[in-house]
Nanobody
């Protein structure tokens, strides 16, 4: 089946920089859109950024201008870079991949915690 391996995250100071990466694996699967979502305690999961396998990107309103998503299709890996971090960026960040084999389905990583200290 599909596995998503996330790395990065941790404790970051406000105004700092963050880099997350996620590698997807799964025999026979094609990975279409990949991206990152986040969920803070008591809040709904929201889009941070996503990228198609053609390189088209989409960003959540709260991170526009502070965030860059990129991917390496040969490695099935997506990268998220975020600067000017704020305490409100504190959340669990989840990798998402839309994988296709006969039909498309959403897969999620286990999540990585990002805490921004003021």
């Amino acid at each position: 089946q599909v596995q998503l391996m996330e790395s990065g995250g941790g404790l970051v100071q406000a105004g700092g920089f963050l880099r997350l990466s996620c590698t997807a694996s799964g025999s026979g699967f094609r990975f279409n859109d990949m991206g990152w979502y986040r969920q803070a305690p008591g809040k709904q999961r929201e889009l941070v950024a996503s990228i198609s396998n053609g390189g088209s990107t989409s960003y959540g309103d709260s991170v526009k201008g502070r965030c860059t998503i990129s991917r390496d299709n040969a490695k099935n890996t997506v990268y998220l870079e975020m600067n000017s971090l704020k305490p409100e960026d504190t959340a669990a960040y989840f990798c998402n991949a839309k994988a296709w084999r006969w039909y498309e389905r959403d897969y999620w990583g286990q999540g990585t915690q990002v805490t921004v200290s003021s």
